[in-house]
């Protein structure tokens, strides 16, 4: 009897020093199971309100701020992440994290400085993924396009550097490889709307409307968040014009 009481008690004073990493945890579940990030970062709020949370979940939860549009709340919680961490490898994803606040709130030029400081000693695919994407949204061509090659080179399967690849050939005026790469990348049946919007737009430009368009709308079906390129509504407006084309 005594030794299962002081079993128990053991395990109650675990739980209580881990509640806030459990509830981080019931968060994590919440938002992988369902995509809705409203009710995970309730769990998250409660989770940083009763505890210490550890390095991992303050940055997991400065993404989650950030796909709810919370980017002044999500650049705090990934400070409080950045002072923590202890190894080197972390801190660098939470610059990254960090970067793209900026970007959102918008200042391209900033978060693309604070990327190529990660990216000069810390080589990941998130990083040459939104890396890729900042130029590409910067619009200079050709350092996009040679970016881009380089993150190729680094990880062939990643579907965003596929994404970020094509669109660099758009930005050079090679719309034939860039439609080439967009027929590969579609195979792989990406979960985010931008090659369907982006290849349907350029198949409507070349007048094959309804392949078009039928792509256009399969973007519709994607999800969306506050980190998206994209927003629905433009997607929507661009679908209307298209229709109208035929």
Not at 197 to 216: A, T
């Amino acid at each position: 009897m005594v030794i299962t009481i002081i079993i128990l008690v053991v395990l109650l004073a675990f739980v209580i020093g881990k509640r806030s990493e459990l509830l981080a945890f019931a968060g994590k579940r919440k938002y992988s199971k369902t995509r809705d990030v409203e009710k995970a970062l309730k769990w998250f709020a409660v989770a940083h309100r009763v505890g210490k949370l550890g390095t991992e979940s303050l940055r997991y939860y400065g993404w989650l701020l950030m796909r709810g549009g919370q980017f002044d709340f999500a650049r705090s919680i990934l400070n409080l992440a950045s002072m923590s961490a202890k190894k080197p490898a972390a801190k660098k994803r939470i610059k990254a994290l960090l970067a793209v606040a900026e970007w959102k709130s918008g200042d391209l030029d900033l978060a693309i400085e604070m990327s190529e400081e990660v990216i000069s000693d810390f080589k990941d695919t998130v990083i040459y993924e939104n890396l890729g994407l900042f130029y590409n949204l910067k619009g200079d061509g050709e350092k996009a396009l040679e970016f881009n090659k380089e993150a190729f080179d680094y990880n062939s399967d990643s579907l965003g550097i596929l994404e970020n690849l094509a669109k660099a050939y758009m930005l050079c005026g090679n719309v034939e490889k860039a439609m080439e790469l967009y027929e590969e990348l579609l195979e792989k049946e990406p979960y985010f709307p931008d090659p369907y919007y982006s290849y349907g737009q350029i198949l409507v430009d070349k007048g094959e409307y309804e392949r078009g368009i039928e792509l256009i709308e399969k973007a519709l079906e994607k999800n969306y968040s506050c980190l998206s390129v994209l927003q629905k509504a433009d997607v929507e407006k661009i679908l209307e014009e298209a229709k109208k084309k035929i």
